[in-house]
């Protein structure tokens, strides 16, 4: 039976695609609705990987055979659902036809009860271009209640390919009223797991819900605020006469912009965000390369709402994938090393297509100190950019890998500034012996031929090569 030939639309979700969907978000236990089942992929991977209770609708005669004894079915065309049949779900997960995407999230939007979850796959096109006046309107949505990622052609290897790039939306629908901020706290129970699990963990419980009270207070007072300068504004106005001045709230960079109530809520979520990813100091360890994935991940976050629950998942999170990116980190350390110079690893000038090779104990740096002809100085003098910044980077890396604390190490600009170092002489700076030549390089020797040795191993086992356990000259 071939499921493609009359149905256009029909593009089974990948594995892979749905893992990326679901990332960071509370979905164990929970009811979910897919509105275009298929063929039932989002629907099985949601029941083996979250244990969820799914119902689902699905337009297609063949593909609703296909379901059944899958999932419940509680309509055929999801567009002529009403709030009342889903008022029960709590996430709403979908990968609808590529020409109805528009319509489809928008629809789910306007159904969706309160504390729902809308996460979608749509052409990337819906969110990237103002040509149709229902684009612009789901990339208001968008802007207020959620966020959209770029994936690219996720379909291009799938069981049916298209070349389509494909973005994910997802839209976080809040309660209103008394009922807006309820689920924002633990409950007891919760609370006292929390407690037991943030001990000696990223942070304490006691700041996380401060800063969620804080939040919300603040949303709160808000309201009061804004409707205190509406009533001023309107004693104040003499109807036939123009008011020179008005009370209202104003975006801080730009103070001839009115802010609305939904803009100030999101911009002060976005805020808090920052301000929890900062008190993680995620990017201790992190080196260049490394620092634009996490700007992105803090971007992303920072549209989902400001709960305790939320902040605690974050964390979790971010102690399941520490490990990774630091390996990830080491890596980056190793191929920088390596590149900078020929004489930096086993593989010479072939390092890079070559295999199982090590950097060596010495390596040398260039571009990274400065010598001034006609402006002479005494001492090392660092070249302002150059490669400075990568000797730190490799640091950051050696600190994971040894488990010491990076800040109590002395960076290498402030450290060269403040002991005014020779040119040509050997220094101690962190895990190197240096030394600074005034044509701009800097060589640099492990101190400690244990940490060399665990670099090079730690690395071959990222990659699966198989180096020797002792040093070979």
Same mark, same amino acid.
């Given at each position: 039976?071939?499921?493609f030939s009359n149905n256009p639309d029909f593009f089974p979700t990948p594995n892979e695609v749905i893992e990326q969907m679901m990332l960071g978000e509370d979905y164990v236990g929970k009811t979910v609705l897919e509105p275009s089942a298929g063929s039932g992929n989002i629907v099985k991977w949601l029941q083996l990987n979250?244990?969820?209770?799914? @119902? %689902?609708?699905? !337009? ?7 379901? &059944?004894? /899958?999932?419940? *079915? ?118 006292? @797991? %929390?407690?037991? !699990? ?7 419980? &006691?700041? /996380?819900?401060? *800063? ?31 008011l020179p001045i008005y009370f209202t709230a104003v975006n801080s960079e730009d103070r001839s912009t009115t802010v609305t109530r939904e803009q100030y809520k999101k911009e002060l979520q976005k805020y808090y965000w920052n301000v929890i990813f900062r008190k993680l100091n995620m990017e201790k360890f992190a080196t260049s390369k490394l620092h634009q994935q996490i700007n992105r991940f803090v971007e992303k976050q920072s549209n989902v709402p400001f709960t305790m ?34 004489? &930096? ?129």
């Amino acid at each position: 039976m071939n499921l493609f030939s009359n149905n256009p639309d029909f593009f089974p979700t990948p594995n892979e695609v749905i893992e990326q969907m679901m990332l960071g978000e509370d979905y164990v236990g929970k009811t979910v609705l897919e509105p275009s089942a298929g063929s039932g992929n989002i629907v099985k991977w949601l029941q083996l990987n979250g244990n969820c209770n799914v @119902v %689902a609708c699905e !337009n297609d005669p063949t593909l609703r055979k296909l379901l &059944n004894g /899958v999932c419940p *079915l509680i309509g055929d065309d999801f567009l002529k659902l009403t709030a009342e049949q889903v008022s029960h779900v709590d996430l709403i997960v979908m990968n609808p036809p590529f020409s109805q995407g528009t319509e489809h999230i928008m629809h789910a939007w306007e159904i969706a009860p309160s504390g729902c979850t809308i996460i979608a796959l749509c052409n990337s096109t819906n969110v990237n271009t103002t040509c149709y006046r229902e684009y612009r309107q789901l990339q208001e949505v968008i802007e207020l209640y959620g966020c959209s990622e770029f994936l690219g052609e996720v379909f291009s290897t799938s069981e049916r390919k298209t070349h389509v790039n494909v973005s994910l939306v997802k839209l976080y629908k809040q309660a209103d009223g008394e009922d807006e901020f309820s689920g924002y706290f633990f409950s007891q129970e919760d609370e006292d @797991v %929390a407690n037991q !699990n943030t001990k000696e963990g990223l942070m304490p419980y &006691n700041v /996380v819900r401060d *800063l969620v009270n804080r939040y919300i207070s603040a949303v709160k007072l808000f309201d009061e605020v804004m409707a205190a300068s509406t009533q001023i504004n309107k004693i104040a106005k003499i109807e036939e006469y123009s008011l020179p001045i008005y009370f209202t709230a104003v975006n801080s960079e730009d103070r001839s912009t009115t802010v609305t109530r939904e803009q100030y809520k999101k911009e002060l979520q976005k805020y808090y965000w920052n301000v929890i990813f900062r008190k993680l100091n995620m990017e201790k360890f992190a080196t260049s390369k490394l620092h634009q994935q996490i700007n992105r991940f803090v971007e992303k976050q920072s549209n989902v709402p400001f709960t305790m629950k939320n902040v605690y998942s974050v964390l979790n999170m971010v102690i399941q994938t520490t490990g990774q990116r630091m390996r990830t980190a080491l890596s980056e350390a190793f191929d920088l090393i390596c590149s900078l110079s020929a004489e &930096n690893s086993t593989a010479g000038e072939t390092w890079k297509t070559n295999a199982n090779y090590m950097i060596n104990r010495k390596f040398i740096i260039s571009y990274i100190s400065e010598y001034n002809n006609r402006y002479p100085a005494p001492f090392v003098k660092l070249r302002i950019g150059g490669n400075k910044d990568k000797i730190e980077d490799i640091c950051k890396a050696l600190c994971f890998l040894t488990g010491t604390d990076y800040n109590n190490m002395e960076s290498l600009s402030h450290f060269v500034y403040e002991n005014q170092l020779a040119w040509g002489g050997w220094f101690d700076w962190g895990f190197f012996r240096c030394r600074a030549y005034k044509k701009g390089t800097m060589h640099f020797e492990f101190k400690d031929e244990k940490v060399w040795m665990m670099f090079n191993q730690e690395v071959a086992k990222e990659r699966g090569w198989c180096l020797p356990q002792k040093n070979k000259k």
